[in-house]
């Protein structure tokens, strides 16, 4: 292309900062696309947001990892 410039072009993402709340834990509620049920759920993210972990009312807690889904 016309005025295009060679080389490698980089992109650098800033750190992901998760909120104090985020991290203590703080009252969602949970739902399944394929389901109509509503769990009220604590969420907690870890510091550098990979991991989501969930405990329902049951005390039965989840772990999710959303930057690694197929």
């Known amino acids: 292309m016309a005025?295009?410039?060679p080389?490698?072009?980089a992109?650098?993402?800033k750190p992901v900062s998760v909120s104090e709340s985020l991290r203590k834990g703080n009252k969602f509620m949970k739902w399944d696309?394929?389901?109509t049920t509503v769990t009220p759920v604590t969420l907690r993210v870890d510091p550098q947001g990979y991991f989501l972990y969930w405990t329902d009312q049951n005390k039965l807690t989840a772990t999710s990892c959303p930057h690694f889904h197929s």
């Open 3 to 5: 005025g295009a410039q």
């Open 7 to 9: 080389g490698v072009h």
């Open 11 to 13: 992109l650098q993402l």
């Open 33 to 35: 696309d394929d389901s």
